[in-house]
């Protein structure tokens, strides 16, 4: 099991920098395609850093305060922070 979480932790970290990647190249250059990129690479690795957490609970493979899970969560939660932040600067 601990393998598992291990990859899982891992997959979310890469996946949550990908988000953030992708929310700042739609920020640069506004391309629907980054947006839908950024979107779904944020719900991706948001669930598999909400199952790494789950895991990690439930079979107490880490006692850490910050693990990979809560990291990925923050990263992935970037794309939707940001485009919340731009859409609301530029309300008319």
Do not use: D, W
């Amino acid at each position: 099991m601990e393998k598992i979480t291990r990859i899982l932790g891992t997959c979310s970290i890469i996946i949550g920098v990908l988000a953030a990647t992708t929310t700042l190249l739609f920020l640069v250059k506004p391309i629907r395609f980054f947006l839908f990129a950024a979107m779904l690479s944020g719900l991706i690795g948001f669930l598999a850093s909400n199952i790494y957490i789950f895991l990690n609970l439930r079979y107490k493979v880490s006692e850490k305060k910050v693990t990979p899970g809560t990291l990925g969560i923050l990263l992935c939660s970037v794309p939707i922070i940001m485009i919340l932040v731009v859409k609301a600067l530029h309300h008319p």
